[in-house]
């Protein structure tokens, strides 16, 4: 058993609970869109379209729990199926207007929450946060093959997106 001291626990329930919070500046406010759909649109918006087995692997899920998350966006009007390249066989997805709209929404009210939380720490400690967190999940996307697209942050000691 490890020692209660040993920091990898430590971190593992720091993680654990991080992940039980959904933030949202109003706690009893439903969000607009769900977990799963927020982070299929995250996926898809800075990229081209996207096969089922690409979205699988993007997201380290098996095709079937993608292929059920798609139905339920198609379904709603987020995401449609395009054309890919001349012969292809595999249908593509993207996301619709109304889709990267809810995305869009729905990321403003994330941060909102999360201006609640952070708003008041000093922005060099709101820097130092962010860069811990980006080369913890840059490590895991490397252990994982699985890369995920960033936008263009501001990062301490990084002039140019990796």
């Not at 959904?22 to 800075?46: D, K, M, V, Y």
């Not at 096969?51 to 692997?57: A, F, R």
């Not at 952070?118 to 980006?134: N, S, Y």
Request: aromatic share 4%.
């Amino acid at each position: 058993m490890a020692d209660s001291n040993d920091s990898v626990q430590q971190m593992q329930y720091e993680l654990m609970l991080l992940s039980r919070h959904q933030l949202r500046p109003h706690p009893g406010e439903a969000p607009l869109i769900e977990r799963s759909a927020f982070l299929l649109l995250s996926r898809l918006e800075p990229v081209e379209p996207m096969t089922l087995k690409e979205l699988s692997h993007a997201l380290r899920l098996d095709s079937s729990t993608v292929h059920r998350q798609l139905g339920a966006l198609l379904r709603s009007g987020h995401v449609e199926y395009v054309r890919g390249a001349a012969g292809e066989v595999a249908r593509r997805v993207a996301p619709t207007r109304a889709g990267l709209a809810a995305l869009i929404q729905t990321r403003a009210n994330n941060e909102a929450g999360l201006r609640g939380v952070v708003g008041d720490w000093p922005e060099d400690t709101r820097r130092q946060f962010l860069a811990l967190l980006r080369k913890f999940n840059q490590d895991v996307e490397t252990l994982e093959d699985a890369p995920w697209p960033r936008r263009d942050c501001l990062v301490p000691g990084q002039e140019t997106q990796d």
